[in-house]
């Protein structure tokens, strides 16, 4: 016998009875033989110590005690068939996975968190990284090869949700015990004195670099490609060279005072990131939901507290350009 007086066939029993009349019908859609039925309900009551039902002119007739215990079967077991389906449609629910590319930069210290995060809400969605859509993310995207680009190059493709994530700098990063680091800005003609390590940046962010050196009529820099973003840390780390990268890029070792970062020219180089993905795909993927996780981080690398998903079904619709 059950720990537990109740079990759910004993609510299931309760409920047929009251709902059929008796337990002639009650037996044909419990499947089981009117004795079967008239024997569990006496096996019921003597556990409980309660009549559940009363016998009026050849009719069953409910109890308060009786009436009660129907009222709870219905909403128990109305719960437990909702429960029952979502935990069905959970465990067949084929994995989908979610593929993510930054702009330029090999450096994800901001993903782990928002990977936890998302587990909880989307357990059928795996995140991967895919290191080749690096250099030329949109495209990647339009491609069909990645889901969701986090850039600061424009996005002006009507087929992509574009969503401004934060403002940030392009600036110098250093070796803290690098002569320039005692400077508060690196001038153009500085920098063409340096060797520069530097990823395969968007075009745009070249021409604008070039025309700032040009401006001054300074030499450009001996230019070292490096496709990783640790591998360049370190390189600056060095004291070989020094890099222009994006300071949120870079911000954990900002942090911990491995390099310094110095604007670059006294105005500086601004961007804003921004997060972009197929309009088509929302359906399938929590892209919304991916970028409002996004939307807490800041160029200092100490994200906020991430916001919770909504209760709602409703989907906060993101910014558009």
């Known amino acids: 016998m059950s720990d537990?007086?109740?079990?759910?066939?004993h609510l299931r029993l309760v409920r047929a009875i009251a709902e059929e009349g008796g337990p002639t019908r009650a037996a044909t859609r419990l499947h089981l033989t009117q004795s079967a039925v008239s024997?569990?309900?006496?096996?019921?009551?003597?556990?409980?110590?309660?009549?559940?039902?009363?016998?009026?002119?050849?009719?069953l007739k409910l109890t308060a005690a009786g009436a009660r215990l129907v009222d709870?079967?219905?909403?128990?077991?109305?719960?437990?068939?909702?429960?029952?389906?979502?935990?069905?449609?959970?465990?067949?629910?084929?994995?989908?996975?979610?593929?993510?590319?930054?702009?330029?930069?090999?450096?994800?210290?901001?993903?782990?968190?928002?990977?936890?995060?998302?587990?909880?809400?989307s357990p059928h969605v795996d995140v991967r990284i895919v290191l080749d859509a690096t250099r030329e993310p949109?495209?990647?995207?339009?491609?069909?090869?990645?889901?969701?680009?986090?850039v600061s190059s424009p996005v002006?493709?009507?087929?992509?949700?574009?969503?401004?994530?934060?403002?940030?700098?392009?600036?110098?990063?250093?070796?803290?015990?690098?002569?320039?680091a005692a400077r508060p800005f690196v001038s153009a003609a500085e920098l063409g004195r340096e060797t520069l390590f530097s990823h395969d940046a968007p075009?745009?962010?070249?021409?604008?670099?070039?025309?700032?050196?040009?401006?001054?009529?300074?030499?450009?820099?001996?230019?070292v490609r490096v496709p990783l973003t640790d591998a360049l840390v370190e390189f600056v780390k060095a004291g070989i060279g020094v890099a222009i990268v994006s300071r949120w890029a870079v911000a954990p070792w900002e942090a911990k005072n491995e390099i310094v970062t110095r604007r670059f020219t006294r105005a500086g180089l601004p961007e804003q990131w921004s997060a972009a993905y197929c309009r088509e795909a929302e359906g399938?993927?929590?892209?919304?939901?991916?970028?409002?996780?996004?939307?807490v981080l800041r160029p200092t690398g100490q994200p906020a507290s991430l916001p919770r998903a909504p209760r709602l079904t409703s989907k906060p619709r993101p910014r558009r350009k």
């Open 4 to 9: 537990s007086m109740l079990e759910v066939r």
């Open 39 to 59: 024997h569990q309900l006496a096996e019921l009551e003597g556990r409980l110590g309660i009549a559940l039902f009363t016998r009026v002119r050849r009719q």
């Open 72 to 121: 709870l079967a219905r909403t128990m077991l109305t719960d437990l068939s909702r429960v029952e389906r979502e935990l069905h449609q959970a465990g067949s629910r084929k994995r989908e996975s979610l593929r993510i590319a930054v702009e330029c930069f090999t450096s994800y210290h901001f993903l782990p968190r928002i990977v936890a995060a998302l587990a909880e809400e």
């Open 138 to 150: 949109i495209s990647a995207l339009l491609a069909g090869s990645i889901d969701l680009a986090v």
């Open 156 to 180: 002006r493709d009507p087929a992509l949700v574009s969503t401004p994530l934060f403002d940030d700098e392009w600036t110098v990063i250093l070796a803290p015990s690098h002569a320039l």
């Open 203 to 223: 075009r745009s962010d070249v021409e604008r670099l070039r025309e700032l050196i040009s401006a001054e009529r300074a030499a450009m820099p001996r230019v």
């Open 284 to 295: 399938r993927l929590p892209l919304a939901r991916f970028t409002e996780l996004l939307t």
